[in-house]
Nanobody
Framework: QLVESGGGLVQPGGSLRLSCVVSGSIGSINAMGWYRQAPGKTRERVAG???????MYADSVKGRFTISRDNAKKTVYLQMNSLKVEDTAVYYC?????????WGRGTQVTVSS
């Protein structure tokens, strides 16, 4: 099970911190990531983190987003700074590089003035 939270409405330049609690068959050994889907667009991966803490980012968010994880709490985080209007999307977490077949409900992030 994947449960995302932390989204909301924020002005351009603002910050949000997303959280994803993982349970079930997905565990601390899995590499995890954050994906997003904007209206009318396909879902894209924006960040990933291995069980050991190595990270990767899409070029569009590099330098602004930071992914982290707390294996003891089975939680993955996405700190988003300097948000832009084009970051508006529903954000999901899932395994990387290949997402599991099931998805959570996601959390809506809206960046607007």
């Amino acid at each position: 099970q994947l449960v995302e939270s932390g989204g909301g409405l924020v002005q351009p330049g603002g910050s949000l911190r997303l959280s994803c609690v993982v349970s079930g068959s997905i565990g601390s050994i899995n590499a995890m990531g954050w994906y997003r889907q904007a209206p009318g667009k396909t879902r894209e991966r924006v960040a990933g983190i291995t069980s050991g803490g190595s990270t990767m980012y899409a070029d569009s968010v590099k330098g602004r987003f930071t992914i982290s994880r707390d294996n003891a709490k089975k939680t993955v985080y996405l700190q988003m700074n300097s948000l832009k209007v084009e970051d508006t999307a529903v954000y999901y977490c899932n395994t990387v590089p290949v997402p599991a077949a099931f998805w959570g409900r996601g959390t809506q992030v809206t960046v607007s003035s």
